[in-house]
């Protein structure tokens, strides 16, 4: 189906609400030219801009009773990016870098995330208070440091999170997660890369210059230049500019050797379906939860929003010159536009035409193919002792996502006590996730854990799922089973855990916020309360902190 963009429009600004203003799925090939409001001249034109990395964030090396730890800073404030030519485009972001700066920290390192909230009372372009949450998503943080919803840092407040980085080395990000404005708040520009490195991630995978990081969002933008929003009554946003590290369709250039990409999918509804030009592999070799057991070269792969994937690209093969495009092939649900099946285009160049390399960079003389096993992709039916049924839904009635016939506003209602479930420590369980909610997907994140997929719709999982994860893409009219194992931190000190309240919601973020999200507890229900436990403080600029270790004004290359 291929309407026009008056007819789009016409249809709710792609709302597409059905009899009695009722939701309905988007069906499969919606397609329009185009949505944003810019004049031709500003309008971002495919393959036009370089491609940039982020910044890697300086920490200050601290100590305190426990000992050592990184004390890192981000500052939640108002600033503006240039995305679409001749114009600014106001955004919300951590340290005004859109997307944040990349966290990069050795397996082990205790970590001290300071976040200040300076930004506006209200959004102005929402309205809403401008109250946030900070997410570390695939980390195993105490209940009170994972960013739970109603754990809100006002503005003019901070909060510090700490974050123990025990598990395997990984891709991580951070992102806000304020209670039913998430959308709006990771739209507008907080979300960044946060990367968990190892001995044998190091050993196995190419490092520094070839280490590369790909933020990838959709955008639509006002006449002004600004930040347009329409999430199509909660269904979701779809924008038509696709923007890698905040550059609309950047160009990248590569000597002739292996890559490695870090891809997150960090839009608030898309999803992608990617595939090289050229059709030629792209080697998986890490999921959410780190690296993969066996690599698994894929010719094209489906990406929901908030799944990290790491793949590997040969370009040695290719003579200078060379010019290959990732693109993006959709999924059905989506809403697809004139160039969203273009994502970023990469140039081989020779060696000389680049800088040498830094510091600590290396690459692959080959493909890898045995990787490191993990603790989920170990898991198996056999060993779990408890079982939890999971439907994903969306009411009629009131238009809401839910699951299993509840939503976040009967958790609060609960007094936060409606769980789930309640698991032991190191219990394994296996979730079985059925979509019935009327032919949309869902991105299901679960928090704290890993988990190995065991099947979807009764088969395997796909080769690119073959990993450990922390998101699961349900597919429309899907069920899927995992197996998860319940690992707390042990020990003492400030890294231990004793459990508590975690979240389980799609991260579709306008599902997320209406009010497709709940919680479950390993331990007991009733510690390391997510609240009241480590709660924001007024930004007074005098902070509660350990001593001086030493100081890094400036990360290393790779930021450890």
């Not at 970590?111 to 372009?125: D, E, F, I, M, S």
Request: proline content about 8%.
């Amino acid at each position: 189906m291929q309407v026009s963009r008056r007819e789009a429009l016409t249809l709710g600004g792609l709302g597409l609400l059905g009899a009695g203003g009722l939701l309905v799925p988007l069906g499969s090939g919606l397609q329009a030219k185009s949505v944003s409001k810019l004049a031709v001249r500003n309008m971002p034109v495919p393959f036009a801009t370089t491609f940039v990395r982020p910044p890697v964030l300086p920490f200050t090396l601290m100590e305190d009773s426990n000992g050592p730890y990184r004390l890192y800073t981000v500052t939640e404030q108002r600033a503006t990016a240039r995305i679409v030519p001749g114009l600014d485009t106001p955004v919300y972001a951590y340290n005004g870098s859109v997307p944040g700066p990349t966290i990069r920290v050795n397996q082990g390192t205790r970590v001290k995330l300071r976040v200040r909230n300076q930004l506006p009372a209200y959004h102005p372009a929402f309205g809403h208070p401008f109250n946030t949450s900070t997410h570390l998503h695939g980390s195993a943080s105490l209940p009170q440091y994972d960013g739970y919803a109603d754990d809100v840092t006002h503005p003019g407040d901070f909060k510090d999170y700490w974050y123990p980085n025990w598990q395997p080395a990984r891709t991580l990000w951070y992102h806000d997660h304020n209670v039913h404005t998430t959308a709006q708040n990771a739209y507008s520009g907080l979300a960044a890369q946060y990367h968990l490195t190892d001995a044998a991630e190091r050993d196995l995978l190419p490092q520094g210059v070839y280490d590369v990081p790909l933020t990838i969002s959709d955008a639509m933008f006002a006449a002004d230049g600004s930040l347009a929003y329409d999430d199509n009554s909660h269904s979701g946003l779809w924008g038509d500019v696709i923007l890698v590290n905040g550059r609309p369709w950047p160009v990248m250039k590569v000597k002739p050797k292996i890559y490695r990409f870090r891809v997150l999918n960090a839009s608030i509804a898309r999803s992608l379906r990617l595939r090289l030009s050229n059709g030629a592999p792209l080697v998986m070799v890490a999921t959410d939860g780190g690296l993969m057991p066996k690599a698994q070269p894929v010719v094209e792969y489906r990406h929901g929003g908030a799944e990290r994937y790491e793949f590997l690209i040969d370009f040695s093969a290719y003579k200078p010159d060379t010019v290959i495009e990732l693109k993006n092939l959709s999924n059905p649900n989506n809403v697809d536009y004139d160039n969203t099946n273009k994502v970023m285009r990469f140039q081989v160049v020779d060696e000389s035409a680049l800088p040498p390399d830094s510091a600590g960079s290396k690459t692959l003389s080959a493909m890898p193919t045995t990787l490191v096993g993990s603790d989920a992709m170990g898991l198996t039916e056999s060993m779990a002792t408890g079982r939890v049924s999971i439907r994903l839904q969306r009411s009629d009635v009131t238009n809401l996502f839910n699951i299993s016939d509840k939503t976040w506003h009967d958790v609060v209602d609960s007094g936060y006590q409606d769980v789930l479930t309640v698991a032991k420590p190191d219990e394994v369980q296996v979730w079985e996730i059925e979509n019935r909610s009327g032919g949309w997907f869902h991105p299901l994140h679960i928090h704290l854990v890993d988990f190995k997929i065991l099947s979807r719709n009764g088969r395997p999982a796909f080769a690119w799922e073959q990993g450990p994860k922390d998101v699961v893409y349900i597919g429309e009219n899907e069920t899927v089973r995992l197996a998860m194992k319940f690992t707390l931190q042990k020990g003492g000190g400030a890294t231990a855990n004793a459990g508590g309240r975690y979240m389980i919601h799609c991260h579709n973020l306008p599902h997320e916020d209406h009010d497709m999200m709940r919680q479950f507890a390993v331990g007991q229900v009733n510690v390391n309360d997510p609240i009241a436990s480590a709660p924001c403080a007024p930004d007074t600029g005098e902070y509660d902190d350990g001593w001086p270790a030493g100081t890094s004004p400036d990360a290393s290359p790779d930021g450890t």
